[in-house]
Protein backbone atom coordinates (compact mmCIF):
# COMPACT_ATOMS: atom_id res chain seq x y z
CA UNK A 1 0.00 0.00 0.00
CA UNK A 2 1.10 3.67 -1.15
CA UNK A 3 1.70 6.31 2.07
CA UNK A 4 2.39 9.76 2.69
CA UNK A 5 4.93 9.90 5.37
CA UNK A 6 6.12 13.27 7.63
CA UNK A 7 8.87 12.92 9.73
CA UNK A 8 10.11 15.26 12.24
CA UNK A 9 13.15 16.40 13.46
CA UNK A 10 15.26 15.23 16.68
CA UNK A 11 19.07 15.50 15.60
CA UNK A 12 20.96 12.41 16.63
CA UNK A 13 17.56 11.02 17.71
CA UNK A 14 16.80 10.53 13.90
CA UNK A 15 18.09 6.87 14.31
CA UNK A 16 14.76 5.92 15.57
CA UNK A 17 13.18 6.65 12.01
CA UNK A 18 15.48 4.16 10.07
CA UNK A 19 13.52 1.46 12.23
CA UNK A 20 10.57 3.06 11.43
CA UNK A 21 11.08 2.79 8.04
CA UNK A 22 12.36 -1.10 7.98
CA UNK A 23 9.03 -1.45 10.00
CA UNK A 24 6.65 0.10 7.05
CA UNK A 25 9.42 -2.14 4.59
CA UNK A 26 8.29 -5.22 6.61
CA UNK A 27 4.61 -4.56 6.75
CA UNK A 28 4.69 -3.85 2.29
CA UNK A 29 4.23 0.17 2.91
CA UNK A 30 5.59 2.30 -0.15
CA UNK A 31 6.18 6.33 1.07
CA UNK A 32 4.85 8.71 -2.13
CA UNK A 33 5.56 11.70 -0.79
CA UNK A 34 7.58 12.36 2.02
CA UNK A 35 8.12 15.14 4.24
CA UNK A 36 10.34 16.28 7.45
CA UNK A 37 12.35 19.03 9.49
CA UNK A 38 15.91 18.65 9.95
CA UNK A 39 16.79 14.62 10.65
CA UNK A 40 13.39 13.74 9.61
CA UNK A 41 14.86 15.72 6.31
CA UNK A 42 17.72 13.54 6.09
CA UNK A 43 15.44 10.39 6.15
CA UNK A 44 12.90 11.91 4.13
CA UNK A 45 15.39 12.52 1.76
CA UNK A 46 17.28 9.69 1.34
CA UNK A 47 13.88 7.25 1.01
CA UNK A 48 12.59 9.99 -1.60
CA UNK A 49 16.02 9.02 -3.46
CA UNK A 50 15.49 5.20 -3.36
CA UNK A 51 17.49 4.09 -0.06
CA UNK A 52 15.99 0.81 2.08
CA UNK A 53 16.02 0.83 5.44
CA UNK A 54 18.87 -1.20 5.50
CA UNK A 55 21.04 0.74 3.58
CA UNK A 56 20.51 3.59 5.80
CA UNK A 57 21.47 1.53 8.49
CA UNK A 58 24.42 0.44 6.85
CA UNK A 59 25.04 4.38 5.75
CA UNK A 60 24.95 5.37 9.38
CA UNK A 61 27.31 2.27 10.71
CA UNK A 62 29.81 3.79 8.00
CA UNK A 63 29.23 7.25 8.82
CA UNK A 64 31.35 8.80 11.69
CA UNK A 65 29.09 11.57 13.03
CA UNK A 66 32.18 13.32 14.53
CA UNK A 67 33.56 14.16 11.23
CA UNK A 68 30.69 16.56 10.74
CA UNK A 69 31.95 18.89 13.45
CA UNK A 70 34.02 20.92 10.72
CA UNK A 71 35.02 24.24 12.78
CA UNK A 72 36.90 26.33 11.08
CA UNK A 73 40.58 26.49 11.41
CA UNK A 74 42.03 29.56 13.57
CA UNK A 75 45.44 30.44 15.29
CA UNK A 76 43.16 31.16 18.53
CA UNK A 77 43.23 28.52 21.40
CA UNK A 78 40.43 26.33 20.64
CA UNK A 79 38.29 28.46 23.77
CA UNK A 80 38.71 31.40 22.66
CA UNK A 81 37.89 30.15 18.44
CA UNK A 82 34.59 28.95 20.18
CA UNK A 83 33.24 32.22 21.39
CA UNK A 84 34.95 33.75 18.16
CA UNK A 85 32.88 31.60 16.02
CA UNK A 86 29.60 32.21 17.80
CA UNK A 87 30.00 36.07 17.28
CA UNK A 88 31.17 36.25 13.89
CA UNK A 89 29.52 33.20 12.06
CA UNK A 90 27.08 32.86 14.66
CA UNK A 91 28.23 28.98 14.63
CA UNK A 92 30.30 26.90 16.14
CA UNK A 93 30.54 24.36 12.79
CA UNK A 94 30.35 25.35 8.76
CA UNK A 95 28.48 22.76 8.18
CA UNK A 96 30.26 21.73 4.93
CA UNK A 97 31.39 18.38 5.43
CA UNK A 98 27.91 17.86 6.47
CA UNK A 99 26.21 19.03 3.20
CA UNK A 100 28.84 17.36 1.01
CA UNK A 101 28.23 13.64 2.86
CA UNK A 102 24.82 14.52 1.93
CA UNK A 103 25.47 15.40 -1.67
CA UNK A 104 27.47 11.87 -1.93
CA UNK A 105 24.89 9.97 -0.71
CA UNK A 106 22.17 11.27 -3.09
CA UNK A 107 24.10 11.52 -5.98
CA UNK A 108 24.97 7.82 -5.42
CA UNK A 109 21.09 7.16 -5.90
CA UNK A 110 21.18 9.63 -9.24
CA UNK A 111 19.87 12.29 -6.78
CA UNK A 112 20.92 15.98 -7.04
CA UNK A 113 18.36 18.69 -7.20
CA UNK A 114 14.11 18.66 -6.64
CA UNK A 115 14.04 18.02 -10.54
CA UNK A 116 15.48 14.66 -10.11
CA UNK A 117 12.58 13.86 -8.17
CA UNK A 118 8.72 13.42 -9.26
CA UNK A 119 6.88 16.67 -8.55
CA UNK A 120 6.11 17.05 -4.96
CA UNK A 121 7.64 14.02 -3.52
CA UNK A 122 9.73 15.52 -1.35
CA UNK A 123 9.44 19.00 1.31
CA UNK A 124 11.97 20.16 3.38
CA UNK A 125 11.14 22.89 6.28
CA UNK A 126 14.10 25.12 7.48
CA UNK A 127 13.37 28.78 9.30
CA UNK A 128 14.11 31.84 7.69
CA UNK A 129 15.39 34.24 10.58
CA UNK A 130 15.44 37.31 8.47
CA UNK A 131 11.62 36.95 7.51
CA UNK A 132 10.50 35.50 10.60
CA UNK A 133 8.55 32.81 8.63
CA UNK A 134 8.59 29.12 7.98
CA UNK A 135 10.22 28.24 4.48
CA UNK A 136 9.35 25.26 2.61
CA UNK A 137 11.57 23.64 -0.26
CA UNK A 138 11.29 23.38 -2.92
CA UNK A 139 7.62 25.12 -2.76
CA UNK A 140 8.84 28.65 -1.21
CA UNK A 141 12.34 28.97 -3.24
CA UNK A 142 10.84 31.11 -6.27
CA UNK A 143 10.16 33.64 -3.86
CA UNK A 144 13.98 34.09 -2.87
CA UNK A 145 14.96 33.99 -6.63
CA UNK A 146 15.42 30.18 -7.14
CA UNK A 147 14.79 27.97 -9.42
CA UNK A 148 12.61 25.02 -7.50
CA UNK A 149 13.64 22.83 -9.96
CA UNK A 150 17.75 23.11 -9.90
CA UNK A 151 18.07 24.03 -6.64
CA UNK A 152 20.43 21.24 -4.68
CA UNK A 153 18.45 19.29 -2.21
CA UNK A 154 22.13 18.35 0.19
CA UNK A 155 21.88 22.31 0.54
CA UNK A 156 18.01 22.45 1.51
CA UNK A 157 18.75 19.94 3.90
CA UNK A 158 21.78 21.56 5.42
CA UNK A 159 19.40 24.68 6.26
CA UNK A 160 17.12 22.36 7.92
CA UNK A 161 19.70 21.22 9.87
CA UNK A 162 21.41 23.97 10.79
CA UNK A 163 20.53 23.68 14.86
CA UNK A 164 21.48 27.52 15.98
CA UNK A 165 24.44 28.28 17.23
CA UNK A 166 25.96 24.56 16.74
CA UNK A 167 26.18 24.97 12.64
CA UNK A 168 26.76 28.24 11.09
CA UNK A 169 23.26 29.82 9.42
CA UNK A 170 23.15 29.71 5.95
CA UNK A 171 22.06 32.80 3.75
CA UNK A 172 20.18 32.66 0.43
CA UNK A 173 21.92 35.64 -1.88
CA UNK A 174 19.47 36.29 -4.62
CA UNK A 175 17.42 38.59 -2.57
CA UNK A 176 18.23 41.51 -0.34
CA UNK A 177 18.21 41.41 2.73
CA UNK A 178 19.87 37.77 2.11
CA UNK A 179 17.70 35.92 4.64
CA UNK A 180 19.51 33.97 6.96
CA UNK A 181 18.45 30.17 7.11
CA UNK A 182 18.52 28.04 10.11
CA UNK A 183 16.95 24.77 11.61
CA UNK A 184 13.29 24.18 10.92
CA UNK A 185 12.55 22.53 13.69
CA UNK A 186 13.04 26.05 15.48
CA UNK A 187 9.21 27.25 14.04
CA UNK A 188 7.96 23.50 12.80
CA UNK A 189 9.64 20.62 14.46
CA UNK A 190 7.19 18.15 13.21
CA UNK A 191 5.22 19.42 9.23
CA UNK A 192 2.77 17.01 9.07
CA UNK A 193 0.49 20.44 8.07
CA UNK A 194 2.49 20.01 4.68
CA UNK A 195 -0.05 17.15 3.56
CA UNK A 196 -3.17 17.66 6.04
CA UNK A 197 -3.84 21.37 4.98
CA UNK A 198 -4.30 20.40 1.47
CA UNK A 199 -7.21 17.77 1.85
CA UNK A 200 -8.11 17.58 -1.53
CA UNK A 201 -4.65 15.81 -1.90
CA UNK A 202 -5.27 13.54 0.33
CA UNK A 203 -5.38 10.13 -1.85
CA UNK A 204 -2.98 8.07 0.25
CA UNK A 205 -3.34 7.81 4.16
CA UNK A 206 -0.88 9.79 6.28
CA UNK A 207 1.82 8.71 9.10
CA UNK A 208 3.65 10.90 10.92
CA UNK A 209 6.85 9.86 12.77
CA UNK A 210 7.19 12.25 15.85
CA UNK A 211 10.50 11.77 18.14
CA UNK A 212 8.49 12.54 21.26
CA UNK A 213 6.47 10.89 23.63
CA UNK A 214 2.82 10.78 22.78
CA UNK A 215 0.62 14.40 24.02
CA UNK A 216 -0.48 12.99 27.26
CA UNK A 217 3.25 11.61 28.68
CA UNK A 218 5.54 14.83 27.42
CA UNK A 219 7.33 16.05 30.24
CA UNK A 220 7.01 19.06 31.65
CA UNK A 221 9.77 22.01 32.05
CA UNK A 222 11.89 22.27 35.07
CA UNK A 223 12.92 26.31 35.32
CA UNK A 224 14.98 26.85 38.13
CA UNK A 225 17.77 29.48 36.17
CA UNK A 226 18.72 31.11 33.28
CA UNK A 227 19.90 28.26 31.82
CA UNK A 228 16.68 26.16 32.24
CA UNK A 229 14.55 29.09 31.09
CA UNK A 230 16.52 28.91 27.88
CA UNK A 231 15.87 25.72 27.12
CA UNK A 232 12.55 25.61 27.91
CA UNK A 233 11.57 28.63 25.22
CA UNK A 234 13.75 26.85 22.79
CA UNK A 235 11.66 23.24 23.66
CA UNK A 236 8.59 25.66 23.50
CA UNK A 237 9.20 27.20 19.94
CA UNK A 238 9.61 24.20 18.84
CA UNK A 239 7.27 21.72 19.69
CA UNK A 240 3.81 24.34 20.51
CA UNK A 241 2.83 24.97 17.04
CA UNK A 242 2.93 21.30 15.82
CA UNK A 243 1.43 19.97 18.85
CA UNK A 244 -1.33 22.52 18.66
CA UNK A 245 -2.49 21.10 15.17
CA UNK A 246 -1.91 17.72 16.01
CA UNK A 247 -4.43 17.97 18.82
CA UNK A 248 -6.82 18.67 16.42
CA UNK A 249 -7.32 15.33 15.46
CA UNK A 250 -4.64 13.84 13.50
CA UNK A 251 -3.18 12.16 16.60
CA UNK A 252 -4.19 8.35 15.18
CA UNK A 253 -2.05 8.52 12.65
CA UNK A 254 1.27 9.39 13.86
CA UNK A 255 3.90 7.19 15.02
CA UNK A 256 5.29 8.80 18.97
CA UNK A 257 8.83 6.93 19.49
CA UNK A 258 10.03 8.44 22.70
CA UNK A 259 13.79 8.93 22.59
CA UNK A 260 15.65 10.78 25.17
CA UNK A 261 16.05 14.33 24.53
CA UNK A 262 19.42 14.48 25.97
CA UNK A 263 20.66 12.10 22.95
CA UNK A 264 19.68 15.19 20.21
CA UNK A 265 23.43 16.91 19.87
CA UNK A 266 25.62 13.91 20.75
CA UNK A 267 27.47 13.15 18.04
CA UNK A 268 29.53 10.78 20.10
CA UNK A 269 26.97 8.73 20.53
CA UNK A 270 27.87 5.04 20.41
CA UNK A 271 26.84 2.36 18.06
CA UNK A 272 25.15 0.25 20.32
CA UNK A 273 22.94 3.09 21.59
CA UNK A 274 22.26 3.82 17.84
CA UNK A 275 21.09 0.47 17.18
CA UNK A 276 18.81 0.98 20.17
CA UNK A 277 17.21 3.85 18.90
CA UNK A 278 16.87 1.89 15.84
CA UNK A 279 14.80 -0.89 17.10
CA UNK A 280 12.72 1.58 19.12
CA UNK A 281 11.75 3.00 16.44
CA UNK A 282 11.55 -0.22 14.41
CA UNK A 283 9.20 -1.98 17.48
CA UNK A 284 7.09 1.51 17.86
CA UNK A 285 5.77 1.80 14.19
CA UNK A 286 5.53 -2.28 14.41
CA UNK A 287 2.98 -1.64 17.08
CA UNK A 288 1.47 1.39 15.65
CA UNK A 289 0.97 -0.55 12.41
CA UNK A 290 -0.79 -3.20 14.07
CA UNK A 291 -3.24 -1.50 15.39
CA UNK A 292 -3.74 1.79 12.47
CA UNK A 293 -6.98 2.08 11.29
CA UNK A 294 -6.66 4.46 8.71
Not at 4 to 20: E, H
Not at 165 to 177: A, H, I, N, R
Amino acid sequence: MKVDCVFSGGGIKGFALIGAIQALEKNGLTPVRLAGTSAGAIIAAFVAAGYSGKELEQIMDESNLIDFLDARKSIFPISIMKWLSLYRRLGLYRGKVLESWLEEKLQAKGVKVFGDLPNETLRIVASDLTNGRIMVFPDDLERYGYDPRTFPIAKAIRMSAGIPYFFEPVKLTKVKPQPVIVDGALLSNFPVWLFEQRKKENIRPLIGFQLSPSLENRPTHQINNAIGLFKALFDTMMDAHDMRYISRGIEKNIVFIPVDSELSRDFKITKELRDKMIVEGFNRTIHFLNRWNY
